[in-house]
């Protein structure tokens, strides 16, 4: 009897939780529910309550948030859609405020981490840690059509380049070719190598003086140096820095789009990124191809990083850029609205340094879209 009224009550207690899931589910529809930005966590990819509760960590600790607040305080349930884009917005505004500290054409290398990360190390490691960003990204697609590794600074393609080596060799991911993602960003003495090695490589490709040495010459001199070597049929995308400082994660997939629609049967594509940065840069790719209206199947993957020799400052700017480049999703799969137009004005100000992410954005707002 005891045993059948627990069964009863478990079951009872399932369908309960399945029509407020159903009622809130239904709320992001027809704003029939409160929700908050707990609950919004969740399209951010921080599903479980401890990534929950290390994201707040992390904010009481830069100083976004007090030490004696939650984000339930502060961000309390909503009835109305306009108020939880409101949230949404000072959410993104202050991880971009304190943990995506880079102003005008700095480059990360560039920043002198804040005070706050020297304190408490542990415990925001550990939170970081929490939220997957130190974490290896495996592969989903293991029979893809193009491999494409992102560019970056030169030990960073090395360590993406000898991560799909090691992927490709044991038949874990196989493909029918392979691009290299780069563009005109300056070759960075003690970025990117000494000022010895990089005169070494410049001189290898025949290349007359330092500062027209590029990212794109440092990924073709890392990728000779691979296992991957003549592998496979290889593509080079060389991204022109145009009006920008230099070519974005933004720009070099918006050329590889192009590439794409000259090559129609790669449907689908694994891009070989690193940590802490793997979503981050997936985010912005499903941007891009949202933009370029270009269907295909992504996998965005990328080894671990060695928690002992990367700055904390490193993983929260990675963490600060996730949450900014995922929003625009977030905002068009709830299909949370708002007619304020001072909160649509500053919620677009985010965004104008992305061109192509920026058009997405301000398509959120215009009617029928």
Request: net charge positive.
């Amino acid at each position: 009897m005891l045993s059948n009224l627990k069964s009863s009550l478990i079951s009872l207690g399932a369908l309960i939780f399945l029509i407020m899931g159903a009622g809130c589910q239904n709320w992001l529809k027809n704003q029939s529910c409160s929700i908050s930005l707990w609950e919004i966590l969740d399209y951010y990819n921080f599903k479980l309550p401890e990534q929950k509760r290390a994201l707040e960590l992390v904010l009481q600790n830069a100083g976004a948030i007090k030490s004696t607040e939650t984000l339930n305080e502060i961000f309390p349930k909503r009835d109305n859609s306009s108020l939880l884009f409101k949230d949404i917005l000072h959410f993104v505004s202050i991880t971009q405020k304190h943990f995506t500290i880079r102003t005008g054409a700095q480059e990360r290398w560039e920043i002198q981490p804040p005070q706050w990360t020297k304190e408490n190390k542990k415990e925001i490691l550990d939170a970081l840690i929490k939220l997957d960003l130190t974490k290896e990204i495996t592969p989903t697609l293991h029979h893809t059509d193009v491999i494409c590794v992102l560019g970056s600074t030169l030990p960073s393609m090395n360590t993406r380049l000898s991560y799909m080596a090691k992927l490709f060799h044991a038949g874990i991911l196989k493909a029918k070719h392979l691009v290299l993602l780069a563009g005109e960003r300056k070759a960075k003495i003690g970025v990117d190598e000494s000022q010895k090695q990089l005169l070494k490589i410049a001189k290898k490709h025949h290349i007359g003086k330092l500062h027209h040495l590029t990212e794109t010459h440092l990924i073709q001199e890392a990728y000779q140096n691979s296992t991957v070597f003549n592998q496979l049929p290889m593509t080079v995308i060389n991204t022109p820095a145009r009006d920008l400082p230099r070519p974005t994660t933004e720009t070099t997939v918006h050329e590889l789009c192009q590439w794409l629609r000259m090559h129609p049967t790669m449907q689908k594509i694994t891009f070989i990124s690193s940590q802490p940065n793997v979503k981050y840069q997936e985010a912005i790719i499903k941007e891009v191809f949202k933009r370029e209206k270009l269907q295909a199947t992504i996998d965005v993957i990328g080894p671990s990083v060695d928690i002992n020799k990367i700055e904390i400052q490193a993983l929260v700017g990675a963490l600060g850029s996730q949450i900014w480049a995922k929003t625009p999703d977030v905002i068009a799969k709830t299909k949370i609205k708002t007619r304020d137009e001072e909160v649509i004005k500053a919620f677009k100000e985010l965004y104008l340094k992305q061109p192509l992410i920026y058009k997405n954005v301000e398509a959120l707002f215009t009617p029928n879209m």
